[in-house]
């Protein structure tokens, strides 16, 4: 493994060609849009402050009454490393997660291709929602990414409500 003085050389030599800080501020921007679009188009959604993350994830967080009284949220996420959108059931303590994991393991949610990632204490679920994001046609992705996370959103709902 490399040193920590090796390992910021090479963020320093990358942080130096400005790409990095140009395709960081990019996603960030866009999410700020798209948090934008949640608050403007769905007001039954409580919706979070944008966390920034350290280049691993950075996300904003929607909820509901009902998914508040329940102790869940649902986080919107782009996934640096993976270059993905995902969406996550997310929940407000780990006696929640381990009550829910169980009963959404393998589950078919309405159709929707679910997935837990077992190093991801921060989701019960997670859905990929677009893993190739044009960014270059926001509005696109905009639409894409807003149905993906409602249908979500909706399957969630349902499955907790019956």
Request: with cysteine; charged share 25%.
């Amino acid at each position: 493994m490399r040193s920590l003085n090796q390992l910021i050389s090479q963020y320093t030599h990358l942080v130096r060609q400005h790409e990095l800080q140009l395709a960081y501020r990019g996603i960030l921007e866009y999410l700020g849009k798209l948090r934008a679009a949640f608050l403007k188009n769905y007001p039954q959604f409580d919706v979070s402050n944008l966390y920034q993350g350290y280049m691993d994830m950075s996300y904003f967080s929607l909820s509901t009454e009902f998914l508040k009284n329940k102790g869940l949220k649902i986080a919107l996420v782009y996934e640096h490393e993976k270059g993905h959108f995902e969406v996550w059931l997310s929940d407000r303590n780990r006696e929640i997660s381990k009550r829910l994991e169980s009963e959404f393991a393998g589950l078919n949610l309405n159709g929707i291709q679910v997935f837990h990632d077992a190093g991801n204490q921060d989701a019960i679920i997670e859905c990929t929602l677009i893993s190739e994001p044009d960014f270059d046609d926001q509005v696109v992705l905009t639409d894409t990414i807003c149905q993906g996370a409602q249908e979500f959103i909706d399957a969630v709902c349902k499955l907790l409500e019956g």
